[in-house]
């Protein structure tokens, strides 16, 4: 790989090809980068660290780099530990260092490792000279942790943006845009950004969704920056497509969606699957894009991801005990938790002796402010086609 951004910007995080969950939570199939940044003047900013599992790589990307010159600066834009559990390891190899940072980040220093001393905190605008590189910070709080902030390098339009603008994906090939390639596996006909697509509407969904309005406010402020690369901290860095990210990441932060419908289900004995198969039929048959996921078997990242991708959602779940089959109700209270708003929605699901899946579904989403396509389809026992008229409901969906 090509660190060499440019002459003063030099690549030195690293590819995760290894963890398969992130956060605990969130599937990894094309890994993930902890990317991580020099700017190399007369003096020398590190910008952010990488995860803690890879010292070894990270020092040595960084001795390639610079040899045996010193980092003057550490800039801290996110505490989150993916990007700042080897702040220590920095400290020990280069002692003089500084961190640069915002107030709100240095309790959540010394929290996690216990730095109090030779840090510099800086606010809105305050700039930061390395000899002629220029750099300049701004405050994005809660996108997506209280303490974010990013950094531009002036001189060279660069806006080193923390989690903003990433995306799920280790990057083969090229680390920007003009070669970058998602673990070498989709369609190398397609241009970067829309092989990366689905992995950052993916990481958008799972990580940051809550925090629309203060993604829109954080691109409220760097609208009067002139942007010609993006260096964020997970995915390629993007210079090609920097009008298409910016796009993109207004268009998921204002909850904006194309026609289409997300079905997730869950079953206990396979009657409300059958449900949301046979719309899933219907909706094909009538030219309606759709995706089927399976709450009860699937990590339901996915489902998450075609909740911000397409503008009706429909939810699929038996009542139990007299109530919410679980793997359902916490998906959709994962919508509401993450401040979806502007869908279509309609709820389905199997009962035996006493139906209120449907009655509650659509409660949660009424309180959300979605337009029900319907008042929804609770059925006793058994699917039969007599039972759940899918074929009008899908019809009210296509138009």
């Known amino acids: 790989m090509n660190r060499k951004i440019s002459e003063k910007i030099r690549y030195v995080g690293v590819n995760d090809h290894h963890k398969v969950i992130f956060e605990g939570m969130w599937p990894l199939p094309f890994g993930v980068t902890y990317n991580s940044y020099l700017v ?58 500084q961190i640069v940072t915002n107030a709100k980040a240095v309790p959540m220093i010394n929290g996690y490792y216990g730095i109090t001393d030779n840090i510099r905190i800086v606010k809105e605008g305050d700039t930061l000279d390395l000899g002629g590189a220029t750099l300049r910070f701004h405050m994005a709080p809660m996108v997506h942790w209280p303490e974010t902030m990013v950094t531009y390098l002036v001189e060279e339009a660069t806006l080193f943006s923390g989690d903003a603008f990433g995306t799920f994906g280790a990057v083969d090939g090229e680390i920007t845009d003009s070669g970058a390639s998602l673990c070498g596996w989709l369609d190398k006909s397609a241009d970067c950004f829309s092989e990366f697509r689905d992995e950052m509407t993916r990481y958008y969904s799972n990580i940051v969704g809550k925090y629309g309005q203060m993604v829109q406010a954080a691109l409220k402020k760097l609208s009067g920056l002139e942007i010609k690369r993006i260096c964020s901290t997970h995915g390629p860095v993007w210079e090609k497509h920097v009008p298409d990210v910016v ?149 009210l969906m296509s138009r």
Request: some cysteine; aromatic content about 12%.
């Open 247 to 395: 796009a993109y990441y207004d268009r998921l932060s204002r909850y904006g969606a194309e026609r289409g419908v997300c079905i997730a289900y869950s079953t206990m004995y396979g009657n409300t699957a059958k449900a949301a198969k046979a719309l899933a039929a219907e909706l094909s048959a009538r030219g309606v894009k759709n995706v089927l996921h399976n709450l009860c078997t699937e990590n339901v990242s996915y489902a998450y991801r075609d909740v911000f991708k397409y503008d009706t959602i429909a939810i699929g779940a038996p009542t139990y005990n007299n109530d919410i089959f679980p793997p359902a109700y916490n998906f959709m209270y994962g919508i509401c938790a993450r401040l979806v708003k502007d869908r279509r929605f309609f709820a389905f699901g199997s009962y035996t002796w006493a139906g209120a899946s449907v009655k509650k579904l659509n409660e949660m989403a009424e309180g959300q402010g979605f337009s029900l396509v319907s008042d929804g389809i609770s059925f006793p026992q058994g699917y039969t086609s007599a039972k759940c008229d899918m074929a009008a409901i899908a019809e």
């Open 40 to 97: 190399v003047d007369d003096k020398i900013a590190l910008i952010d660290t990488a995860e803690a599992d890879f010292s070894k790589e990270f020092l040595s990307n960084i001795r390639s780099e610079i040899g045996d010159r010193k980092i003057d600066w550490l800039v801290v834009n996110h505490m989150e530990p993916d990007h700042s559990s080897l702040m220590k390891e920095i400290r020990e190899t280069y002692p003089d260092i």
